[in-house]
């Protein structure tokens, strides 16, 4: 399985990151919990990956997601959440972080654009400063409305 090979560890990461970035490529990163994956979540990445040449995910490890979510979630263990991103065609790369934001990987990763869904105000953005500082920008990629993964969540609950 191909796309196993795009979970990497945040050092990795960060060295493919550099090299691509010598090489002129434009490093796209966005971040999220992706837990039940839907289409609202497939045309974020899509929309993400074409504004630029790589697109890197920073996934929430079950832990972030715990103190973000609450104690029932995650609903899928990250591993598993991390190879479900890997296998979409927009995404080039995948990596866990366990901080409830992802301001340290973005710092290390120092991409060129980074990417959030229209859910989010442009200023309220983490990691917008160290983007900017360095000349890159902030995509707000249109919220696909009737699509959540709360959503989906509480309707999964209130029937089983």
Known sequence: MRYRQKVLDQDTLTAVASDARQTGKRIVFTNGCFELLHVG???????ARDAGDVLIVGLNGDASVR???GDLRPLVPQTARAEVIAALEAVDYVTIFEEDTPEILIRRLQP????KGGDWAADRVVGRQVVEARGGRVLIVPFVEGFSTTTLADRIRRRG
Not at 112 to 115: E, H, P
Request: net charge positive; charged share 30%.
């Open 67 to 69: 103190r973000l979510k």
């Open 41 to 47: 979540h497939v045309r974020y990445l899509a929309a």
């Open 112 to 115: 060129d654009v980074l990417a």
